[in-house]
């Protein structure tokens, strides 16, 4: 089975404090996603990585970062926490090739920022 | 550009109801569909799929049917159970033409079953 990873389920962090959220899948996809997930929203795109090193921002990469050094594992960087960045944060990877391109998520990151 | 509506929430139904979400899609090209669940504090999770038209995707009941010429990817299921509480997810992949693979995601209906 694929397994996707995160590494906190939940987190509670002050305004302003850099914030990292941690990603790993065990399937060697090429293809790796953050989103965020809030009441009435749905799921929004952050950022997303095709390839090691590679990124392309999302729908809302303001106030976000990302780093992708290995295959495996693709990070979320809150530079700067602030209290409208208080959500559930999924990651999610696929395969780059086929027709299918179905995402594999990972069960959440519920962050407070306070 | 490419996008989902499905119907919005939240749906109430008693257990044994027969359930309908609808969902309808813009996209170019051949594009595959999905659905997706989550269920209370958990990550979402692939309910079933279909990569052309007229496929029928189905799993634990549920069913859905690739409608290209209504562009509609209705989920539906016969009779539901309490178990079934949980937000869906309609979402849609261009299948040619890309090779990130991005899904579009609709909002998300929630649905609770009542015994």
């Known amino acids: 089975d694929v397994k996707v990873t995160q590494s906190s389920r939940y987190l509670v962090k002050r305004t302003g404090e850099k914030v990292f959220l941690e990603c790993v899948q065990d399937?060697?996809?090429?293809?790796m996603f953050w989103y965020r997930q809030d009441p009435g929203l749905g799921l929004r795109l952050i950022y997303f990585?095709?390839?090691?090193?590679?990124?392309e921002k999302g729908d809302i990469p303001e106030g976000y970062s990302v780093s992708r050094e290995k295959k495996e594992r693709f990070s979320l960087i809150l530079e700067s926490a602030s209290t409208n960045q208080t959500s559930m944060y999924l990651c999610?990877?696929?395969?780059?090739?086929?027709?299918?391109?179905?995402?594999?998520f990972g069960p959440g990151t519920r962050l407070t920022v306070t | 550009g490419d996008s989902v509506t499905q119907m919005e929430g939240p749906v109430t139904l008693s257990e044994e109801a027969f359930l309908t979400i609808n969902c309808t899609y813009t996209?170019?090209?051949?594009?595959?569909l999905f659905w997706y669940v989550q269920y209370p504090g958990e990550g979402l999770q692939l309910l079933l799929k279909?990569?052309?038209?007229?496929d029928k995707g189905s799993n634990k009941g549920f069913e859905a049917t690739y409608r290209k010429e209504t562009t509609s990817f209705h989920l539906e299921k016969g009779s539901v159970q309490v178990s079934d509480s949980a937000v869906y997810f309609c979402?849609?992949?261009?299948?040619?033409?890309?090779?990130?693979?991005?899904?579009?995601f609709g909002r998300g209906t929630q649905l609770t079953v009542w015994p």
């Open positions: 999610a990877s696929s395969l780059n090739a086929g027709w299918a391109y179905e995402q594999y």
């Open positions: 399937m060697d996809h090429e293809n």
């Open positions: 990585s095709y390839d090691v090193k590679m990124k």
């Open positions: 996209a170019t090209g051949y594009p595959s």
């Open positions: 279909a990569t052309k038209a007229d």
């Open positions: 979402a849609v992949v261009r299948s040619r033409g890309s090779t990130l693979g991005r899904l579009y």
